[in-house]
C-alpha cells in the first residue's frame, strides 16, 4: 500500500474486500472513511507527533491507524471485527510500530494498554460506530487513564450535545458528565459522503482534553451522576419533581436545600450549571 489516498479510493477498498471476501456488517454499524483528508487532520489536530504513543479504537481498513503510525512512536490499536484481520495485515505491513488488538473495548483493560508506552504521552483517537459512542466515551473518562486527550468521530448530533456548555438548553446529561472529566472541543465537521457506505447522518471530529480538576469522593461523586441522570430523565419538568422521587425526600425539603445554594425551586435540568450539581451532590450526600 503506497500511500493514504488509495486507501481512501472506492475502487481500491473494493478490491481489498473481494479479495478478502470481506462484507460489511450493519450490526457493527461499518462506515469507512473514503475522503482522504479527513483521517490526516484527525491525526493532526489529535495530537500526534513524535515522541508520542496513541491508542486507536476501531481500525477500519486501516486508514486513519496508518495516520496516527506516520506520527506516533507507537500504535495499539483496538478492532473487534477479526474478518479484518487479513486486510490490516495488508494497509499496515510497512509499519512497525502498529499492534493490533482484536477485542471488545468495552471489555478490554484500557489502563493495562496505556501502561505499554511507559512515561510516553499518549492519546486515544476514534473512528467509533455511532450506536456505541457514548458508551466508549464515558468508559474512557471514567478510567481515568493517564491520557492527555480523546479525539473521536461521532455523529453531528451527538457531538453538538457533547460539546454543549452545561446550563444552556442545548445540553444534555451527557454534557455534564463529558465536563465532569474533561474540556470538549468540536475541531470540524464531516459530510455524510466522506463515507461508505454513506450513513444517513452527518458527523464531527471532537476533542476531550482530559482533566483532573474535578475529583470528589466516591459517595458524592455517584450522588452527582444520580441527580445529573434523573434530572435529564425528565428535562422539561422542575427539577424537584425528579430529584425527590430520586433520593426519596420531600419536596419542601429540598426546596430548602435549593434556597440554600441559590437555586431557583423552578429550575429545570439544564438551568442548573455543573458546579450547581457539585454543590448539590455534596450537600445532599451529607443528608
Do not use: W
Amino acid at each position: 500500500m503506497n500511500n493514504q489516498m488509495e486507501l481512501t479510493n472506492i475502487g481500491v477498498i473494493k478490491d481489498l474486500f473481494e479479495r478478502h471476501g470481506f462484507s460489511f456488517s450493519k450490526a457493527l454499524g461499518q462506515n469507512f472513511l473514503i475522503n482522504p483528508a479527513v483521517c490526516p487532520k484527525i491525526a493532526e489536530m489529535g495530537g500526534c507527533r513524535e515522541g508520542v504513543c496513541a491508542i486507536e479504537i476501531g481500525t477500519g481498513v486501516g486508514v486513519l491507524t496508518r495516520e496516527l503510525a506516520k506520527r506516533c512512536d507507537r500504535v495499539i490499536a483496538i478492532e473487534l471485527d477479526e474478518r479484518l484481520k487479513p486486510i490490516l495485515d495488508e494497509t499496515l505491513a510497512e509499519f512497525d510500530n502498529v499492534e493490533v488488538i482484536f477485542a471488545d473495548v468495552m471489555q478490554t483493560e484500557l489502563s493495562e494498554i496505556v501502561n505499554k508506552f511507559g512515561n510516553k504521552e499518549t492519546v486515544i483517537c476514534a473512528n467509533l460506530p455511532y450506536y456505541i459512542t457514548s458508551p466508549v466515551i464515558m468508559k474512557i473518562l471514567e478510567s481515568r487513564l493517564s491520557v492527555k486527550s480523546l479525539t473521536v468521530m461521532v455523529q453531528r448530533e451527538a457531538g453538538d450535545r457533547i460539546c454543549a456548555a452545561p446550563g444552556t438548553r442545548e445540553s444534555g446529561a451527557v454534557s455534564y458528565a463529558v465536563r465532569y472529566y474533561s474540556k470538549p472541543k468540536l475541531l470540524f465537521r464531516v459530510n455524510r459522503g466522506s463515507f461508505m457506505p454513506s450513513p444517513n447522518v452527518d458527523s464531527e471530529v471532537i476533542k476531550l482534553e482530559i482533566t483532573n480538576e474535578n475529583q470528589l469522593p466516591k459517595d458524592i461523586e455517584k450522588t452527582l451522576f444520580r441527580l445529573i441522570r434523573s434530572g435529564f430523565s425528565q428535562r422539561r419538568k422542575q427539577l424537584l419533581n425528579p430529584l425527590s422521587a430520586e433520593l426519596d425526600i420531600t419536596k419542601q425539603e429540598l426546596s430548602d436545600v435549593f434556597s440554600e445554594l441559590k437555586i431557583k425551586p423552578t429550575a429545570r435540568a439544564e438551568e442548573l450549571t455543573l458546579e450547581n450539581y457539585i454543590e448539590l451532590a455534596r450537600r445532599l450526600t451529607t443528608e
